[in-house]
Structures are given as C-alpha cells and as structure tokens.
C-alpha cells in the first residue's frame, strides 16, 4: 500500500470508539502514540500539552463516573432529540461503561505555564487529533470526550493535577470488539467555496 493509501485509510478509520475489550495495549504502543501526538503543530512550538495516562481500574471508573454523572445532569437531556437514537444509545453507552472499559484512558491537560489559556484550544487539538490517528494506525480505538472534563475539580482532585493544568479531554484507547468501518462525513463540495464564498467547487 502507497503511504497516502495508507493515510487515507487511518484517516478514514478514525471513528469515536464507545466499546472496548480488555485486552491491554502495551507500553511501547502507548508511548509511540504519545510521540506521535507531540508530533504536532502549537504557537511558537510552546507545546503546551500533558497527557496523564490512566491504566488504574479504579482510578478509570473515578474519572468516567464524572462523565456519567454529567450525563444525567443534563448532557443526556441536550443530546436526546439532537442526534438519532442510536448515536444517542451508543454515546451513553460509552459514558455509563464503554469508555471505563478501554485498558487505558489519556487525560490531555493545557499547561499555562507554556501558552496562554485563553489562547490555549489551537495549540492542544492538533496534538489530540494526532494522538487519536496515532491510535487507529495502531489498529486501536480510541474516542475524543470532553463531558469527563467538566466537573474539573474533581477530575483534578483525581489526577492531582497542579493549578497550572487543565484537563481539556479525556480518551479512552483499546482493542475495538468489532471493527466500526469508514466514518460518514457529508461531501467535500457541500463545506467548500471556490474563490468566494458561494461558488460552487
Ligand atoms: C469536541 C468534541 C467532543 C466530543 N465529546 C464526546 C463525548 O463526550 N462523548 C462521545 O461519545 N463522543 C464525543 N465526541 C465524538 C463525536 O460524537 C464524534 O466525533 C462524531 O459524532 C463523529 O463520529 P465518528 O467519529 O463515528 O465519525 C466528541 C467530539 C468532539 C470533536
């Protein structure tokens, strides 16, 4: 397979993952998606992320518990409605067990020290999306959630995060059970404009 073949079809495969097995991934693996994730672009190369890796059994169902909890506070009423069903019964369930369930979970945290916070979300989503494509050349899943992160006191009570840091998202990455396919997106001609906005590409 060329590399871009072989581009086009990581990129195509990066899905959110909500189910995961128990069979662990490796240290060397999770250290070469960190690599990889750090591979990317941020403002002056301040590279202003830390990732707290979590393997833990019980420090994992402390963090996902937060992400049920904000569930039931309201993320499940603002979801129902808003996206079809199943997408709603597959999101819930990676909040209630799917995600708690993955061998490893990464905490991406925004390092002030490094980069103004306000500034902050530009320089930190290249290296996560890196991190989750780092995950699926792997052959492993993973998923982007920010719903474990909002109830930021006590995820940083559990991470004993120093006040510098804020978690912005929490990934889960392990073996999917069964392969989720080629992500759906809408076509590139209905997103784009040739020259000025209206004309059609
Ligand atoms: C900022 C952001 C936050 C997200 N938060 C969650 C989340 O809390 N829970 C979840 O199950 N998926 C979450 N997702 C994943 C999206 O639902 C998913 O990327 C989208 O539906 C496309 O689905 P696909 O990856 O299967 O193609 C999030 C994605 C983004 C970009």
Request: proline residues 7%; negative net charge; hydrophobic residues 40%.
């Amino acid at each position: 397979m060329s590399e871009l073949d072989a581009v086009r079809s990581v990129l195509r495969r990066q899905r959110a993952h909500r189910s995961f097995t128990d069979q662990p991934v490796p240290e060397d693996v999770i250290t070469d998606i960190l690599e990889l994730a750090t591979r990317a672009p941020s403002a002056q190369n301040c590279q202003p992320w830390d990732f707290v890796v979590v393997q833990d059994p019980d420090r994992r169902a402390a963090i996902w518990e937060l992400a049920s909890r904000l569930w039931d506070m309201g993320a499940k009423d603002a979801t129902d409605g808003a996206v079809p069903d199943t997408m709603r019964d597959d999101v819930e369930h990676g909040v209630r067990r799917g995600f708690a369930g993955a061998p490893v979970s990464i905490v991406v945290c925004a390092n002030a020290e490094r980069w103004d916070l306000n500034l902050m979300d530009s320089s930190i989503w290249p290296a996560t999306q890196n991190l989750m494509t780092a995950a699926t050349a792997h052959g492993l899943g993973s998923a982007l959630t920010t719903i474990g992160t909002i109830l930021v006191d006590e995820l940083r009570a559990i991470l004993k995060l120093p006040a510098t840091l804020t978690p912005l998202a929490v990934i889960p990455i392990g073996h999917p059970p069964k392969p989720l396919g080629s992500s759906r997106r809408e076509p590139v001609s209905e997103h784009t404009h040739r020259e000025e906005f209206g004309n059609g590409w």
